[in-house]
């Protein structure tokens, strides 16, 4: 096993024993975080480990139900696991899946579990794991209750969050910890949805993916109606049947609630979330949160 200090990271690189071939029979790259959730960052949602694994042959891993009653940051981590090539099979709590590439299969607390490679005898799966007192809430107030296993067919986005993620790991700026938390919510969002039935229409359905991929970006709507395949009134009145809101108005609720995330969790100035939150300017931010929460900004992080 070999280790390096990345900041505040620890990356873990671990090889199994090799087969008569002499290859491998796993490989396993963990960047582990040093740095335990604080009260501070109660409000954050903590990655403690990101990584990226290879298996190969019959190599099986298990874990049995008390299997981090005594690790070091509790027993409530959560991993979230995307099959990026060849094929396996997961048991879990004695329920069997067969999974592929794209898949996505969630191990959360007080789960038994165990993962091999399938008929391919190969399994490559980038893994998310997570802790925080939000973070059940936010899977079962989603899509989320009760479900281990995804069959996607595409999650291009998933591992473009998991990208940015890696990035930040690895470079480490300021507000690095927030900024993580961010890509994890938008990692929980994405998921959410993908583990949702398609209760809207395909155009809208379209529209808020891209939407909420990116919500920051001074969206032109024509060019957004292009993309969805449908007319300007077309894809308003969409909006206004099936949420209540038009797609302007869908954008600026969804910037000003990650503006009120980030004063609620982090100590950035009004100016640097204003740029994150895609507003040109903080007054133009002050008045519209002051227009949707009653107060101004300002008056709202006193509060918190």
């Known amino acids: 096993m070999n280790n390096k200090v990345i900041k505040s990271f620890l990356l873990r690189c671990k090889e199994g024993p090799s087969s008569p071939d002499g290859r491998k029979s796993y490989r396993e ?20 480990a990101y990584g990226e694994t290879v298996w190969y042959g019959k190599y099986k891993f298990r874990r049995p139900y008390d299997a981090f009653k005594n690790y070091k940051y509790g027993d409530e981590h959560w991993s979230f ?22 898949n996505v299969f969630i191990l959360r607390p007080g789960k038994q ?36 296993y995804i069959e996607s067919q595409d999650s291009s986005r998933l591992l473009h969050i998991f990208d940015r993620i890696k990035t930040i790991i690895l470079n480490q700026e300021e507000y690095w910890q927030q900024d993580i938390s961010n890509e994890c919510y938008a990692f929980l969002c994405a998921l959410n949805q993908m583990a ?8 809208l359905h379209q529209a808020l993916n891209i939407i909420n991929a990116d919500p920051y970006q001074d969206y ?11 007319s300007v009134s077309t894809l308003s009145r969409l909006f206004k049947r099936h949420l209540n809101t038009s797609p302007v108005n869908y954008i600026i609720d969804r910037r000003l609630e990650q503006a009120k995330r980030l004063l609620s969790i982090s100590d950035m100035s009004l100016k640097e979330i204003a740029e994150r939150c895609g507003y040109r300017s903080q007054s133009f931010l002050s008045r519209s949160f002051k227009n949707k929460f009653g107060m101004y900004p300002s008056k709202f992080r006193l509060g918190r």
Not at 32 to 47: E, M, Y
Not at 138 to 143: E, F, P, T
Not at 196 to 203: G, H
């Open 29 to 48: 790259d963990f960047y582990i975080n040093q740095q335990p959730p604080t009260d501070k960052n109660r409000c954050l949602l903590h990655c403690f």
């Open 81 to 102: 696991d995307i099959v990026v090539s060849g094929d396996g099979v997961l048991n879990c709590d004695k329920v069997r899946y067969k999974i592929k590439p794209n």
């Open 113 to 148: 579990i165990s993962l091999q490679a399938g008929p391919s005898r190969l399994l490559q799966k980038r893994s998310l794991l997570m802790k925080s007192p939000l973070l059940k809430y936010i899977c079962d107030s989603g899509g989320l209750a009760g479900i281990d």
């Open 196 to 203: 949702q039935p398609l209760q809207y229409p395909p155009a």
């Open 220 to 230: 032109d709507l024509p060019s957004l109606c292009r993309q969805c395949g449908v």
